[in-house]
């Protein structure tokens, strides 16, 4: 593209990244509050993003009953996201990595740009976004879930670019997760300058 210049050094690629997906992230939460929200609208939509969000859906760990043991703790954490490039340069594959919370959140991502095209602009959904991950912090809570970014009549198209801009905003904030916990992270991301 025209008028892009490419980073001088991998700090600076690791910054750039860094700043854009400042702006854009939030919380899966959000996601996961339009995906369970949808209910019966979920067969409005393509059959490809319907199992892509199904995927999804089933990989959430359940806290309703009792609070999870320390196996399903271990494996949420592992599936977390934050692992998978890690998990995929040391060879490790199969079901620990289709379970995996970024790698079914590209799903989503590449299901619903099949559909919508690839120019498809997300719809831009409003709301405070939580505040980003830093390194050495204790992870924070999400905040409490907002209201789908669609209304209770909207088109298959709108709750797909709904979907589209939440699916961005989940994959920025855990890229955001990705880079605090670096050795040698951005400033923004809690790093040196």
Not at 99 to 121: E, I, M, P, S
Not at 158 to 171: C, H
């Amino acid at each position: 593209m025209p008028g892009l210049v490419a980073p001088a050094t991998p700090a600076a690629a690791l910054n750039q990244a860094a700043l854009a997906a400042l702006g854009n992230q939030n919380s899966v939460v959000a996601l996961l509050t339009s995906v369970l929200r949808l209910g019966d609208r979920t067969r409005d939509l393509p059959d490809e993003v319907q199992r892509a969000l199904g995927r999804l859906s089933q990989a959430v760990l359940s806290l309703e009953g009792k609070a999870p043991d320390a196996t399903a703790l271990q494996r949420a954490v592992a599936r977390s996201g934050v692992f998978l490039e890690s998990q995929l340069a040391a060879g490790s594959g199969g079901t620990q990595i289709q379970g995996d919370l970024k790698a079914l959140l590209l799903n989503v991502q590449r299901a619903l740009g099949n559909w919508l095209g690839a120019d498809a602009q997300s719809a831009v959904v409003s709301g405070k976004q939580p505040p980003p991950p830093q390194a050495g912090a204790m992870p924070r809570a999400a905040m409490p879930p907002a209201a789908p970014g669609f209304a209770d009549d909207a088109s298959p198209e709108t709750i797909g670019k709904t979907l589209l801009s939440q699916t961005d905003a989940a994959l920025s904030r855990l890229r955001l997760h990705q880079m605090a916990s670096l050795p040698d992270r951005p400033r923004c991301c809690g790093g040196p300058s």
